[in-house]
C-alpha cells in the first residue's frame, strides 16, 4: 500500500515521531509512506487531497476546519487520523481554560470522518470513542529507536546529573516544578540539573547545565546524565501525553522519577524502572536514593531500556502500524472525487 502522511512539517518532533520513524518498518511490510505538507491557506485547503495517489492518507495531529476534512474524505480512499495530544482542549498554560468548542467541533468531524483513528494513548482513544465507531481507533504509542541511543555507565563520581530534555514551549513546565527542584538542590550533595533545550531557566539552589538541543546530539547528551525526570501538571491537557522524554531517558539506560500523570504512570514503575513521586519528599527521597547508589541506577534503567525494546521501539510501532493498515486493506474503500 502507498502511504501519504499529510503534516505541519516532515520536521515537526510529532512527525518524526509517530510517522517518518516507521518508514523502513513499513517498507518492510511491501509499504510506502511519504509526508506531505498540509497547505496553510485557505486556497491551498481548496485543494487538499487532490491529486494523492495514495491508498491510505493519513492526517497528522492537525484539526482542519469541517468543510477542509470532508474535502479531504472526499479525496481520499482511506483516511486516518493520527494524534497524540489532547488536541480538543487547550493547553496547560492557556489563560482561557481548557474547554475550546471550536477544537471540539473539528476533532469531532475529524474523527467522524476517518476510517480509522490512531491514538497515541488509551485516554486520547477513549476520547475518539465518543465520535466514532469503537472499532475504529487503535493505539499506537509513541515510539523511539533504541539503537540510535547510547547507554549511561553510571559511574560513581561524586556529582549527579538530572536531565531534562524539552522546549521553551514546554520550559513552563519545569518552571512551575522549581520550587521541587530547589528542595533536591538543597537536600542532595552534588546534584545538578541538564536541560537539554533552545531556552534555559534559573533555579534557586540547583545549579543548571545549559546545553543547546540538537537532533544530532541530543542521544548523547542524555546518556551522559544519571536520572532523567519527568513532572507535567496534573491536568486533562497533560494526560493525553505520550511520554517521549520518558521514553528517551529509558532508552539511554537511565531510571526515571515521574508524577504519576497519563502515561507516565504506566512507563514508570517504582523500584522496577525508576520511581513515582507526588509530593516534594517523595521527590527528594528518590533522587537522593538514585545518587546514593549507581548499581541500582544500572538495574533501573536496564529494565527501562528492556520496556522500551519490548513496547515503545520503532519495532513494535511499526508492527502496530502494519496491522492497522491490513485492517484498513482488507476494509470497504470509498471512491475519492
Not at 512527525?15 to 510506502?32: E, I, K, P, S, W
Not at 513532572?231 to 537511565?254: E, H, M, N, R
Request: glycine residues 8%; aromatic residues 8%.
Amino acid at each position: 500500500m502507498r502511504v501519504v502522511a499529510l503534516a505541519e512539517s516532515a520536521d515537526h518532533v510529532c512527525c518524526r515521531y509517530r510517522v517518518t520513524a516507521f518508514r523502513d518498518a513499513l517498507a518492510g511490510f511491501g509499504h510506502t509512506l511519504d509526508v506531505r505538507t498540509l497547505p496553510r491557506t485557505t486556497f491551498g485547503r481548496l485543494g487538499i487531497g487532490r491529486g494523492l495517489t495514495a491508498d491510505v492518507v493519513v492526517l497528522q495531529r492537525k484539526l482542519l476546519p469541517p468543510w477542509a476534512i470532508a474535502l479531504l474524505r472526499r479525496r481520499a480512499a482511506r483516511l486516518v487520523f493520527d494524534f497524540d495530544d489532547a488536541v480538543w482542549l487547550r493547553d496547560s498554560y492557556s489563560p482561557h481554560g481548557f474547554a475550546d468548542p471550536k477544537r471540539l467541533q473539528r476533532f469531532r468531524a475529524t474523527v467522524a470522518a476517518c476510517d480509522l483513528v490512531v491514538a497515541g494513548n488509551e485516554y486520547l482513544a477513549a476520547a475518539a470513542r465518543e465520535f466514532t465507531a469503537p472499532e475504529r481507533v487503535v493505539v499506537i504509542p509513541t515510539c523511539v529507536e533504541p539503537q540510535q541511543y547510547p547507554v549511561a555507565t553510571h559511574t560513581q563520581t561524586g556529582v549527579t546529573r538530572l536531565v531534562w530534555v524539552g522546549s521553551r514551549s514546554t520550559l513552563r513546565g519545569l518552571q512551575q516544578f522549581a520550587p521541587t527542584l530547589s528542595a533536591i538542590g538543597r537536600a542532595v550533595p552534588g546534584v545538578r540539573l541538564k536541560v537539554v533545550c533552545d531556552q534555559f531557566p534559573t533555579i534557586p539552589d540547583l545549579p543548571v547545565d545549559a546545553v543547546e538541543w540538537t537532533q544530532e546530539t541530543e542521544a548523547g547528551e542524555i546518556a551522559a546524565a544519571d536520572i532523567g525526570i519527568g513532572w507535567v501538571p496534573d491536568d486533562p491537557w497533560s494526560a493525553g501525553k505520550c511520554g517521549l522524554k520518558l521514553l528517551q531517558y529509558q532508552a539511554a539506560g537511565l531510571p526515571v522519577v515521574a508524577n504519576p500523570v497519563g502515561v507516565q504512570a504506566e512507563m514508570v514503575r517504582s523500584h522496577e524502572t525508576g520511581f513515582l513521586a507526588v509530593t516534594t519528599a517523595d521527590w527528594v527521597a528518590a533522587v537522593a536514593a538514585l545518587a546514593a547508589d549507581p548499581h541500582l541506577r544500572h538495574r533501573l534503567g536496564a529494565a527501562g531500556r528492556r520496556q522500551v525494546t519490548d513496547r515503545y521501539s520503532v519495532a513494535a510501532g511499526g508492527r502496530g502500524w502494519f496491522a492497522a493498515l491490513h485492517r484498513l486493506r482488507v476494509g470497504p474503500v470509498r471512491k475519492s472525487g
